[in-house]
């Protein structure tokens, strides 16, 4: 089979009911968006097909990876004084207040989004600003 512009990558593994192969693929956006929904033959494309001994399985939703802005806000969180900022703002955890702030269920959801990433700008911003009075 020719995939022209994706990179298919088979997987094989034994389990209890014999072997189960997983085809993946890395595509570009506007080629997921161009297929997004698209289900013929056994293909689906908008998460994961799982094929055991014949048998096919619900597709899993695809969850998008965390880049640099998820990866900060991670490490926001483990920071002594945004954890001291977030307490004089709430009773949640860091984590809990950037996802509500940003108005996604996941930090890697804030590269996703253009205006969770927005929000988590503003909300670094205002612990900077916080920062330069509370040392």
Partial sequence: MQFDGMNPNLKEASTKG??????????????YDALKGFNHAGMIVSGE????DG?????????PKGG?????AAR?????????????????T?????????????RSQIDHNENA???FDVLVHEFNNWLKTNK
């Fill in 18 to 31: 014999g072997m189960k192969r997983t085809v993946t693929f890395e595509i570009d956006q506007d080629t």
């Fill in 49 to 52: 097909l799982e094929v055991e």
């Fill in 55 to 63: 048998h096919m399985f619900e597709p899993k939703e695809v969850k």
């Fill in 68 to 72: 640099k802005l998820s990866m900060a």
């Fill in 76 to 92: 926001f969180c483990e920071m002594e004084q945004f954890q001291k900022y977030i307490s004089s703002h709430s009773h949640r």
């Fill in 94 to 106: 860091p984590r809990d207040y950037i996802i509500d702030f940003c108005g996604v269920s996941s």
């Fill in 117 to 119: 990433a927005k929000a």
